[in-house]
């Protein structure tokens, strides 16, 4: 019932772990296949090895995530033998999460990386957390956009995808820009910058100050711009942000996504949210009587 | 999960670079577990609970980079921020005898599981404590005072209690037990190993605390999973017992830095 093919690729189910979440190792992204999804999404690999952030990175509230890793990561050359270790592990796809602070930079990652035995790459050009070094998120620019999904294209040897930001207003035009450009996929979305205070400390509780705020309060933004870019392009959408529950699933798939990116949900139903989360859509199907996803994709677009 | 002000209410210097410091706040934790400890504009760090008495909680720190550092520059009332307490604990177990391997600031939660312990109906505690040398043993004169606690020291040196070595002193009290002890241990992660594959040899129960680079300590980040199981240790651990720690493929071997990439040891 809950068995989708995206870019002729099956996966046993809709959800895919997202990137940056107990994504560093190759036993962790399988470990997560055990506990439920039909994929995984490999923290974001660089081409040099990066440390990250200071701590605190994170920080959680019953409504909300923050987070501001800084994208640490073994960088390519490390980041192989994870890959390998997952694929002699389990036998679900894995999505390889690149990024890059140049055109050039990224296509020598993507090109690097597809000597590791993946199913996509992810280009990860939305994380608003390393503004200081890599200046403002090529998601924001559609020229960046095309110029990165070129070159990315042009050295992969598996179908890319480009992760978007819901910081971009017009995110629709960036899906558009980036389809032009030969995408095979866009994930939607990334983080949005937030900032928390703690307030006996009068600091910022983020080591990095800003941060992205993912978990149930991007759910709404999420959907907004999943359903705008489903309504703009014709490439499958991987829909992501703020998914904790089956429910959650469903209307990210009606408003249009193929595949359901799932992260902070781990924070608030643990790791076993995965299988929760499948378990809850297979229920709500069954008393819909909803056959297929098929049958509901995009489904809040007809009126 | 935010961080909780806490204010230092007292701080025990240990030895040159070693301290306890004690924080008023009701942290209802249980030994082995570990809080997140904040220091605002330096750093986060895991730290094991060396203490938790209901109104103030104990860590002992070694004095080692930038967040620990400034710690040992704050005074009684100075605040800091600590999240937790996280992952798993310790057997407290009635009617057994436990045998403790302790290293370096590992004395501190395993004095702590003994406080919880030493209560109990049929208890009884061998505490193997080991450093280098006399001046770096820690927490004897606070052992001395648990009941039903007989303490080994050794020192590398001989400058105190037997010259040699923790697993010394184990395989003698394993070799000789008549009932089936639990095998409890803390401190650097070779020496673990050690105790652990003694446990193995005269098939003792066992727990371990095994330690790894931490970023959130709640699960999400993925920085303390370990191969090739792809558990975290601030969920699944830092304790684990004996027949996880034998499928940690890694334990002993290597473990990952801030970056993810594998460290020997
Ligand atoms: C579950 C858990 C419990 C812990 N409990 C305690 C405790 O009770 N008391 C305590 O003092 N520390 C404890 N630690 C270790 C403590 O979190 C680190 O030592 C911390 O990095 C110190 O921060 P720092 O900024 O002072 O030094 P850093 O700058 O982080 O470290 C300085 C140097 O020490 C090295 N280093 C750091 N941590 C380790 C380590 N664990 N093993 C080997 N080398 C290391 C670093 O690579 C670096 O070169 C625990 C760690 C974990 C995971
Ligand atoms: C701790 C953490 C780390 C993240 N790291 C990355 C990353 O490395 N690359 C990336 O593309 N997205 C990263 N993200 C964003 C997520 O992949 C996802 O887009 C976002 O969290 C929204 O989904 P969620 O609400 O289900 O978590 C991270 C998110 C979190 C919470
Ligand atoms: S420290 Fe983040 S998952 Fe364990």
New interface residues.
């Given amino acids: 019932m809950l068995h989708t093919t995206f870019l002729n690729k099956t996966f046993s189910n809709p959800i895919v772990l997202a990137s940056g979440i107990l994504g560093v190792t190759g036993a962790s992204l399988a470990h997560m296949v055990e506990n439920g999804c039909g994929g995984v999404t490999t923290k974001s690999i660089s081409l040099e090895p990066r440390p990250g952030h200071k701590n605190p990175t994170m920080m959680g509230t019953d409504d909300y995530f923050l987070n501001a890793v800084g994208l640490s990561n073994p960088g390519v050359a490390n980041a192989l033998p994870e890959i390998a270790k997952f694929h002699s592990l389990s036998t679900a796809p894995i999505i390889a999460s690149i990024f890059a602070g140049t055109a050039d930079e990224f296509g020598e990652v993507a090109e690097h990386i597809c000597a590791s035995p993946i199913d996509f790459i992810e280009v990860n050009i939305s994380c608003p957390n390393v503004g200081k070094e890599f200046g403002t998120p090529f998601a924001y620019s559609t020229t960046a956009i095309e110029a990165i999904t070129k070159i990315v294209k042009s050295k992969s040897t598996v179908p890319i995808i480009i992760k978007l930001s819901p910081n971009a207003w017009n995110i629709a035009e960036m899906a558009k820009a980036a389809e032009a450009a030969g995408a095979d996929a866009i994930t939607a979305v990334n983080t949005i910058s937030g900032l928390m205070i703690d307030i006996e400390s009068r600091r910022p509780i983020l080591a990095n100050k800003q941060g992205g705020v993912s978990g149930p309060a991007l759910l709404p933004i999420a959907l907004k711009c999943v359903y705008d870019i489903y309504a703009s392009v014709k490439i499958p959408i991987i829909g992501t942000g703020g998914v904790t529950t089956g429910r959650d699933a469903i209307a990210m798939i009606m408003a249009g996504a193929t595949l359901v990116g799932v992260g902070s949900a781990a924070y608030y139903r643990e790791k076993t949210c995965f299988a929760k989360i499948v378990a809850e859509m297979a229920e709500f199907m069954q008393t819909e009587n909803i056959k297929s996803l098929a049958e509901i994709r995009g489904a809040a677009h007809t009126n | 999960?935010?961080?909780k002000?806490v204010k230092i209410s007292k701080i025990i210097d240990e030895n040159p670079s070693v301290k306890t410091f004690y924080f008023s706040h009701n942290l209802k934790s249980k030994p082995g577990q570990f809080v997140?400890l904040?220091l605002?504009?330096?750093?986060?760090?895991p730290f094991s609970i060396s203490s938790d008495d209901g109104e103030n909680f104990g860590l002992t720190v070694f004095k080692r980079g930038p967040l620990t550092e400034k710690l040992f520059t704050l005074k009684v009332g100075d605040?800091a921020?600590s999240t937790g307490p996280f992952g798993t604990c310790y057997s407290i177990l009635p009617n057994r005898h436990y045998i403790m391997v302790a290293g370096g600031y590992g004395a501190a939660p395993l004095s702590f599981l003994s406080t919880k312990i030493c209560e109990l109906p049929g208890v009884t505690i061998d505490f193997i404590v080991g450093a280098r040398s006399k001046d770096l043993l820690l927490f004897e004169d606070r052992l001395k005072l648990i009941p039903h606690l007989k303490i080994h020291a050794t020192t590398d040196d001989g400058s105190a209690g037997r010259k040699g070595r923790v697993t010394d002193v184990l395989e003698e009290l394993l070799k000789n037990a008549t009932s089936k002890p639990l095998v409890v241990t803390c401190g650097p992660e070779l020496m673990e190993k050690a105790v652990l594959d003694l446990c193995n040899k005269y098939d003792s129960d066992c727990e371990l605390s095994i330690e790894r680079q931490m970023?959130?300590g709640?699960?999400?980040?993925?920085?303390c999973?370990?191969?090739?199981?792809?558990?975290?240790m601030c969920?699944d651990g830092p304790v684990v017992n004996r027949a996880l720690a034998n499928r940690i493929f890694e334990l002993g071997k290597y473990h990952?830095?801030?970056?993810?990439?594998?460290i020997n040891y």
Avoid: H, S
């Avoid at chain 2, 605002?40 to 760090?45: L, S, V």
């Avoid at chain 2, 999973?225 to 975290?232: F, M, N, S, T, Y």
């Fill in positions: 999960m935010l961080p002000t997140m904040w605002p504009d330096i750093d986060q760090k605040r921020g970023k959130c709640f699960g999400i980040c993925g920085q999973a370990v191969d090739d199981l792809g558990l975290c969920i990952r830095d801030k970056a993810g990439n594998k």
